[in-house]
């Protein structure tokens, strides 16, 4: 029962290059989210999708794309990355019925990227 | 605009002490209240949530929170810490903006002096 799973847990990247942070699911969510995580700035979403097939923007979505591949994947694209990127990113999902936990979010363990 | 307030950055106890942990939320609607925890390298683990019903919510290891609407107020309590309670900790409220969506405060990070 694996949960959320992220991959890659670190990279480290030269400004300008591109990456993908990948993102699983086996709970049979509906939502997932991306979230970045800065010191004293708490976490941050990023990008969200309610559903396969639809994704919309969260408070910091500049520079970045996603993809909602299929039910269980949720990949985040960094087209160019730049410093300001430089940070720890979380990927999560939430069930939508009772038995689910609904309105709780279950987390991957973070994916922590450098650029320099 | 819906935010979340974690007043302490960073708080020290000595082990056996009691614990309480700030969290004030703006939100006009009837909140979601969450309090999430992590420790050094890794995810966010729920402690604790608040949809409706009695205002004293009990969490895992021995936390329980108190919400507090006319303080808008969602504190962290804990009668006796540990050392291994030392970590980050996140107040977040759900919110509904289109989905459903979390919210966090800055977190508070806590120390335990032995």
């Known amino acids: 029962n694996a949960g959320v799973t992220q991959t890659p847990k670190f990279q480290v990247l030269k400004t300008g290059q591109s990456m993908t942070l990948q993102c699983a699911q086996d709970?049979?969510?509906?939502?997932m989210y991306w979230y970045r995580q800065d010191p004293g700035m708490g976490l941050r979403l990023i990008y969200y999708?309610?559903?396969?097939?639809?994704?919309d923007k969260g408070e910091v979505p500049n520079g970045y794309n996603v993809s909602r591949l299929n039910k269980r994947e949720f990949s985040l694209r960094l087209e160019s990355a730049a410093p300001s990127q430089t940070s720890v990113y979380f990927c999560?999902?939430?069930?939508?019925?009772?038995?689910?936990?609904?309105?709780?979010?279950?987390f991957g363990a973070g994916s922590r990227l450098t650029v320099l | 605009a819906q935010s979340v307030t974690q007043p302490d950055i960073h708080i020290t106890v000595s082990e056996g002490a009691s614990l309480e942990l700030r969290c004030n939320y703006s939100?006009?609607?009837?909140?979601?209240l969450f309090w999430y925890v992590q420790s050094p390298g890794q995810g966010l683990q729920l402690l604790l949530k608040?949809?409706?019903?009695?205002?004293l919510v009990q969490g895992i290891k021995g936390f329980e929170a108190e919400f507090k609407r006319s303080q808008s107020s969602f504190n962290l309590r804990k009668p006796s810490v540990h050392w291994s309670d030392a970590a980050e900790y996140f107040c977040?409220?759900?919110?509904?903006?289109?989905?459903?969506?979390?919210?966090f405060g800055q977190g508070t990070r806590l120390t335990i002096n032995p």
């Open positions: 999560a999902s939430r069930g939508d019925r009772p038995w689910e936990g609904a309105n709780v979010l279950t």
């Open positions: 999708s309610a559903s396969e097939g639809t994704t």
């Open positions: 608040y949809f409706s019903g009695d205002t």
């Open positions: 939100y006009g609607a009837t909140p979601y």
């Open positions: 977040a409220v759900g919110i509904i903006q289109g989905a459903q969506k979390l919210v």
């Open positions: 709970m049979n969510h509906n939502s």
